[in-house]
């Protein structure tokens, strides 16, 4: 699965690839997820999983935007990712977070593309994959739990797969509190899709 080749990925790019070129494909990342979010998943009641799922809920919960408080929750996930993972990957992965908070407000104007469900999964879902694996592929990551999960799965008998797999289920409940069972069962669907893109993005690396 694609978090148990997050470290390499992210070591091998770096190995690869200019920073220029890094960059780009961060960005361009990271404005598609964007896009899904803002005008498919969100105003659909439909987020995503770990930390940027997170921020959603809260975001919803508060009047604070989503950008702020998922550059906040992740905060303490880069400061380890810098020690593990070096201080491009921190660099990459808070210019994807910035990317995604102004690509969002950007956006935020514009009306919703759709309110069929199945567009909204399936094509929201293609389109947040498509974004992260982008970010991952070039060095960079969206999510503080990826990094909690490979840390976590060097002192138990847990892998990283399941350990992801664990912290979204209770967010996925959570959001069952928050916009009921049928948006929290679509999330849980385009979270599928989502991560099977991704899946497919960095398995060549």
């Known amino acids: 699965m694609y978090v148990e080749r997050l470290k390499y990925v992210i070591q091998s790019s770096v190995r690869k690839t200019s920073l220029y070129r890094r960059i780009f494909f961060v960005l361009c990342g990271a404005m598609l997820v964007a896009v899904s979010l803002e005008l498919f998943l969100v105003r659909n009641s439909v987020i995503d999983g770990g930390i940027v799922g997170v921020s959603l809920i809260l975001s919803h919960l508060s009047s604070f935007e989503a950008g702020p408080l998922l550059l906040l929750l992740n905060s303490p996930f880069l400061l380890v990712g810098y020690q593990y993972m070096g201080r491009r990957f921190v660099f990459l992965s808070m210019l994807a977070i910035f990317a995604l908070w102004s690509g969002m407000f950007l956006l935020k104007p514009y009306p919703v593309l759709t309110t069929n469900p199945f567009v909204v ?8 994959g498509l974004g992260i694996g982008l970010i991952i592929r070039y060095g960079g990551a969206l999510d503080g739990t990826e990094i909690l999960a490979i840390l976590l799965s060097k002192r138990t008998r847990f892998s990283i797969g399941q ?3 664990i912290f979204n289920f209770i967010i996925f409940g959570s959001s069952i509190f928050v916009f009921g069972m ?7 669907v385009t979270y599928f899709i989502a991560y099977n893109i991704i899946d497919l993005s960095v398995q060549d690396q």
């Open 163 to 165: 350990y992801v797999m």
């Open 182 to 188: 049928r948006e929290a069962f679509y999330s849980l």
């Open 121 to 128: 999964i399936g094509v929201g879902g293609t389109i947040l």
